[in-house]
């Protein structure tokens, strides 16, 4: 990143941001606040997640990155603007425990304490969280819908704040969605690192599921957004032949009906986490990712087979 | 490409025979040229000035080239210095050429107390097959005088440890105080390669403490990421000679040949010092030791990675004890790990270590084995006015140390140095800005890595100055009693004779006055980690990536 005795130069874009700092309160300057921890985030997500050294990263550097990630979620949580129901305890320190303890063991269970089946739990929970506004669209009845699922773990925050919060979150994500344009091409990016480990092993495979995860969990609706990135890389690496989600996800979503992303991530959350776990996960998805054809065929899929999904998730 | 590390570091005495070459001695290498030429620069500091004493480039390592083949470089390399004492005539062919010319500037001393370089060693290739190969294992990464500063050990990325010795005062030759020359080169640490992680075990060596001087050799510990090791370097000036079944060359000799016994003599040789690892203290720890103290009791010492940190004792290197342990038992729950720890300089049951988070612990070790539980907690209120995204990251506290009096102690943070006394756990007594002027472009310093810059900061022998790094090759020292500051450069261009050493400004504002710098043109890849003081006398030294510059306070 820079020259040897040369003359540093400012990204103009980043210069812009040096001065202005805090005070999310007034107007102007927490747009620009918010584009300054967007960046920021951009920033230590790449820096966790692209780093690939040949000795063991720093774990003073992986900690204080880490914290930096843990803050912005915190006060996204704060804002109110983002699904609660994703763990608030999010391991992106799975990131730091993963290089430390265990980056020994090989691919699937990965995570230090909890196994794949907590993540799975966790996806399930948020497939669930978000299958609660399409089944507040269709069934006003959320309850029944939380409670339906027995497999909720504790991590999770109850999926019925999110219905009160639709409002809030979709003028943020619009708010968000002009000012951070080029977010997309840093997560693809960012994408691009994980994603080239899956097939190394070792080491390079427990960071990158949860660099993936990590993608999924932090409640940035901007990182909704640019999970399609992520996903079409996933399709063309191969892991998941089987699916063609950017086809059937991604091409044309009508989002005049669901003004928000959490449907778009719900079965991309799914997807994202297919290859982390089991193999016959990937499978048990496959047949119904193939189904639809039409580009807003998974909004409108059925709820049993939603349902279903979840239990496949849930199940294994 | 050639070796040409040993006849660098040639001398003119008789002392350094490691490194004769065949075709004879050199002809003293540093000698003065030309007329004096006054080097001297005013501080404001009230210290006088500082000048340049001497500027040892560590060459950069090069590989020897057979004809036939590429050789491993790096095989060729260690090789060769940890069997420096066997080194072959052939070596030294290969390398005879790279004689390096200094240049020595005799200073008269100014009326006023001023800083004035004594000695400005260079190197000149004269052969244009050099190349020097992998100029990245020459950085130096620590620095550190004996407890008498007779010595000046630095250690580098490539493992290897270089220690300079002071030159004698001798009667005619009373310019000459000051300089330091080469007194020993070895390996300390080969690169390892962990199985399990299949990640590389990098052999820099972190840190490099001396022990107290019992005898007649010198001891001193010096660790990687992982091992720690005790290397005894001791000189040797005599030989026997005369042995009955071995002839002078070591060959034994055919028993039915001896017709007289004898006594075997000790005859004086050529002085050599030779370098060996007493002690190996492996496997300790998981993470990476970032410090190494050693007690006052002498006889134990500290080793502190990221989460533990492990007590010693000098005999026995098989077991360790744990003080402490900072790892949370789910390691999801990592918020803070511990960056640096030293021992009291007096009591041998404190120490105190630094965190991630800006805060420090002293911990008695009467109190319990296992210190999780702090004496005392050291935390300054966060200032709510400078608060940012990156609060926390430029509060980790990359180093800290212990005044000689044991009363302070010292801690460098990303942009300032705290002195804390001991007896005020609620906030230092005194807060120095290094260089705040880059409290503005700490995005751009998170994006590119450097905010988690690890600089290190030293005392005085009298603790009355201290002294840290910056970028662009630029060192502070503070004055604690007259509260007065100065910046300095290290860089080759400062060094040239009659060039004037000046203390530097970096300009924060619009208006940029003639020699000062502003904070866009700053060189961050140029920074100064590592710095040492001399215990007694005002003598520095710092390291700027591959070169050690030795500055010298002259008092009239």
Redesign the interface.
């Known amino acids: 990143m820079l020259g040897k005795g040369g003359k540093r130069k400012f990204d103009e874009h980043e210069d812009g941001l040096e001065g202005k700092i805090v005070s999310p309160s007034d107007g102007p300057s927490k747009v620009s606040y918010t584009l300054q921890r967007q960046t920021i985030f951009n920033i230590s997500l790449m820096k966790l997640y692209n780093h690939r050294p040949l000795t063991e990263p720093s774990l003073q550097k992986t900690v204080l990155i880490n914290n930096m990630l843990r803050r912005i979620q915190e006060e996204l949580k704060q804002e109110g603007s983002l699904r609660p129901a994703f763990p608030a305890s999010a391991p992106p320190a799975a990131a730091a425990a993963d290089p430390l303890g265990s980056s020994s063991r090989e691919a699937p269970p990965a995570f230090s304490q909890p196994a794949p089946a907590p993540c799975e739990l966790g996806g399930a929970a948020a497939l669930e969280a978000c299958l609660t506004p399409a089944s507040l669209l269709e069934d006003d009845d959320p309850d029944t819908f939380c409670t339906s699922s027995p497999a909720a773990p504790a991590r999770l925050a109850p999926p019925a704040l999110l219905p009160p919060e639709k409002d809030s979150f979709s003028s943020a994500l619009d708010e968000i969605e002009e000012l951070c344009p080029t977010s997309t091409s840093t997560e693809a990016a960012e994408a691009d690192g994980p994603k080239g480990d899956s097939s190394s092993g070792g080491p390079g495979a427990p960071q990158r599921p949860e660099g993936l995860q990590e993608g999924g969990r932090p409640e940035d609706p901007k990182l909704m957004d640019s999970l399609p990135g992520n996903f079409e890389i996933t399709a063309s690496t191969g892991f998941l032949t089987d699916l063609t989600l950017d086809d059937i996800l991604f091409a044309d979503i009508d989002t005049s009906m669901y003004d928000f992303d959490p449907c778009t991530s719900a079965s991309g959350t799914a997807s994202k986490m297919s290859p982390v776990s089991a193999d016959d996960l990937l499978k048990t998805l496959a047949p119904y990712s193939s189904q639809p054809v039409a580009p807003s065929q998974p909004f409108k899929m059925d709820l049993t087979e939603l349902d279903h999904i979840m239990e496949v998730l849930v199940g294994s | 490409m050639l070796l040409s590390l040993p006849a660098l570091h040639l001398q003119t005495s008789e002392h350094h025979p490691l490194f004769q070459l065949p075709h004879g001695r050199l002809g003293p290498w540093c000698s003065p040229t030309g007329s004096p030429a006054p080097l001297s620069c005013e501080t404001g500091c009230g210290e006088g000035t500082w000048i340049l004493v001497c500027r040892l480039l560590v060459p950069t390592q090069v590989s020897l080239l057979s004809m036939e083949e590429d050789i491993d470089t790096r095989k060729i390399n260690n090789s060769f210095l940890r069997d420096h004492s066997y080194a072959t005539e052939e070596h030294f062919r290969l390398a005879s050429f790279s004689l390096p010319s200094s240049l020595l500037h005799w200073s008269k001393p100014p009326p006023s107390r001023t800083w004035t370089v004594v000695m400005t060693y260079q190197q000149d290739y004269l052969s244009p097959c050099l190349y020097p190969l992998s100029a990245l294992s020459d950085i130096i990464s620590t620095v550190e005088f004996n407890h008498t500063g007779e010595l000046l050990a630095t250690g580098d990325k490539g493992g290897r440890v270089v220690i300079f010795q002071r030159e004698q005062e001798s009667k005619n030759q009373v310019h000459r105080r000051g300089e330091y020359n080469v007194y020993s080169t070895f390996q300390s640490h080969e690169p390892e390669f962990?199985y399990?992680?299949?990640?590389?075990?990098?052999e820099k060596i972190n840190k490099i403490r001396w022990l107290p001087q019992q005898n007649a050799a010198y001891f001193l510990l010096s660790t990687n990421?992982k091992t720690v090791k005790l290397w005894k370097v001791s000189e040797r000036d005599k030989r026997p000679e005369g042995y009955n079944l071995k002839d002078e060359e070591g060959r034994l000799r055919d028993p039915a040949t001896i017709t007289t016994l004898r006594v075997p003599v000790l005859r004086p040789m050529d002085l050599m010092v030779e370098a060996t690892p007493r002690r190996v203290f492996a496997n300790a720890h998981?993470?990476?030791i970032n410090s190494i103290s050693v007690n006052s009791d002498y006889e134990t010492y500290m080793s502190a990675d990221?989460?533990r940190i492990n007590l010693w004792n000098f005999e026995i290197t098989n077991q360790s004890f744990n003080i402490v342990d900072i790892k949370p038992a789910?390691?999801?729950?990592?918020?803070?790990?511990i960056?640096a720890a030293e021992f009291h300089p007096h009591h041998c049951n404190t120490f105190v270590y630094s965190s991630?988070k800006g805060t420090i612990r002293l911990c008695d070790m009467r109190a319990s084995a296992l210190c999780d539980r702090h004496t005392k907690f050291f935390e300054e209120p966060e200032d709510p006015s400078n608060?940012?995204?990156?609060s926390?990251?430029i509060s980790?506290i990359s180093d800290v140390k212990f005044s000689h009096s044991g009363r302070y102690i010292m801690t460098r943070d990303y942009l300032t140095v705290k002195v804390w006394d001991l007896n005020m756990e609620n906030r230092p007594i005194e807060t120095y800005q290094v260089h705040d002027y880059l409290r503005?472009?700490?995005?751009?310093l998170?994006?590119?890595?450097c905010i988690?810059d690890k600089f290190e900061c030293v005392w005085n022998g009298s603790d009355s100055v201290i002294m840290t790094g910056s970028y662009n090759n630029f060192f502070r020292m503070f004055d604690r009693n007259t509260k007065r500051d100065v910046t300095l450069e290290a860089s080759r261009e400062n060094s040239k004779p009659r060039a004037i050493l000046k203390p530097r400004k970096v300009c924060v504002g619009g208006k940029r006055r003639k020699d000062e710098i502003s904070v866009?043109?700053?060189?961050?890849?140029?920074k100064i980690l590592h710095t040492a003081w001399h215990p007694s006398e005002n003598i520095i030294a710092v390291a700027a990536t591959n070169n050690l510059y030795i500055f010298q306070d002259k008092v009239n």
């Open positions: 962990d399990l992680k299949s990640l590389e075990i990098e990421d998981t993470y990476h990221d989460l789910n390691m999801e729950e990592l918020t803070e790990v960056t991630s608060r940012s995204f990156f926390e990251i980790s503005s472009k700490l995005c751009s998170y994006e590119n890595d988690f866009d043109s700053l060189d961050f890849s140029k």
